[in-house]
């Protein structure tokens, strides 16, 4: 497993580079933005965990450079853990957003889960919950053997939830995931309705939905 870490605090870097090889990850060490777009360019990476501070620039700009590549997961770990900093991580594409001082444990199990989104097969990127798989490269969604075939805002949603990883999340979240796909106008009461075809679609009973689970009074979460 590749991972690039970039990190210009030495002593935090040492450490966490000898923590993460005993793990078994191969970690690829730099300090700066220009250092870390020079690896990107001629390398791929399972992973990459970025400061956001660095001498010569931000973590964001490593974070879209990363993001050309689908198959690269990106873990924020930085001091700047203000509402406006994490919002602008996730949406550059990050994975999760780390705030230090971390623990160790902590952080390698956020990566594993990080990690578990991008199950490799023949090259191609998959999330797997249960017996739903889907590719993102195809945009196909499989349940057991069979090919589930969904409308554009179907799919976006199931993206929307597969990506939370279990979290739950508000009504308004899921609406701001799939707002206007393909000039479909969504709102609070199509919600309800994407919900119901998803769960028919994708669940065993959907009136007793295993997967896309209904948390009263809060949302929807979707996970084992």
């Given at each position: 497993?590749?991972?690039?870490?970039?990190?210009?605090?030495?002593?935090?870097?040492?450490?966490?580079?000898?923590?993460?090889e005993?793990?078994?990850?191969e970690?690829?060490?730099?300090?700066?933005?220009?250092?870390?777009k020079?690896?990107?360019?001629?390398?791929?990476?399972d992973?990459?965990?970025?400061?956001?501070m660095?001498?010569?620039?931000?973590?964001?700009?490593?974070?879209?450079?990363?993001?050309?590549n689908p198959?690269?997961?990106?873990?924020f770990?930085?001091?700047?853990?203000?509402e406006?900093?994490?919002?602008?991580?996730?949406?550059?594409?990050?994975?999760?957003?780390?705030?230090k001082?971390?623990?160790?444990?902590?952080?390698?199990?956020?990566?594993?889960?990080?990690?578990?989104?991008?199950?490799?097969?023949?090259?191609?990127?998959?999330?797997?919950?249960?017996?739903?798989?889907?590719?993102?490269?195809?945009?196909?969604?499989?349940?057991?053997?069979?090919?589930?075939?969904?409308?554009?805002?179907?799919?976006?949603?199931?993206?929307?939830?597969?990506?939370?990883e279990?979290?739950?999340?508000?009504?308004?979240?899921?609406?701001?995931?799939?707002?206007?796909?393909?000039?479909?106008?969504?709102?609070?009461?199509?919600?309800?309705?994407?919900?119901?075809?998803?769960?028919?679609?994708l669940?065993?009973?959907?009136?007793?939905p295993?997967?896309?689970?209904t948390?009263?009074?809060?949302?929807?979460?979707?996970?084992?």
């Open positions: 497993m590749k991972l690039l870490f970039v990190e210009d605090d030495e002593t935090i870097a040492l450490g966490l580079c000898y923590s993460l005993n793990e078994g990850y970690v690829t060490y730099c300090r700066t933005v220009k250092e870390g020079a690896y990107l360019e001629k390398e791929c990476f992973l990459c965990i970025l400061d956001v660095l001498p010569d620039g931000n973590g964001y700009d490593l974070c879209r450079q990363a993001k050309k198959e690269t997961a990106v873990i770990l930085t001091a700047c853990d203000d406006g900093n994490v919002v602008m991580g996730l949406d550059l594409g990050a994975d999760d957003y780390i705030a001082p971390f623990r160790l444990r902590e952080l390698f199990s956020r990566m594993k889960s990080v990690l578990r989104r991008y199950h490799k097969e023949n090259g191609k990127i998959l999330f797997t919950v249960g017996d739903i798989k889907v590719n993102t490269m195809q945009a196909k969604v499989w349940k057991g053997e069979k090919e589930i075939f969904l409308t554009a805002v179907e799919y976006r949603l199931l993206l929307t939830l597969l990506c939370a279990g979290r739950i999340l508000s009504r308004d979240q899921l609406l701001e995931g799939i707002w206007d796909i393909g000039g479909d106008y969504v709102n609070d009461n199509t919600l309800t309705v994407y919900i119901k075809r998803l769960r028919e679609k669940e065993e009973d959907p009136a007793h295993k997967w896309i689970r948390v009263r009074g809060l949302g929807y979460q979707m996970g084992e």
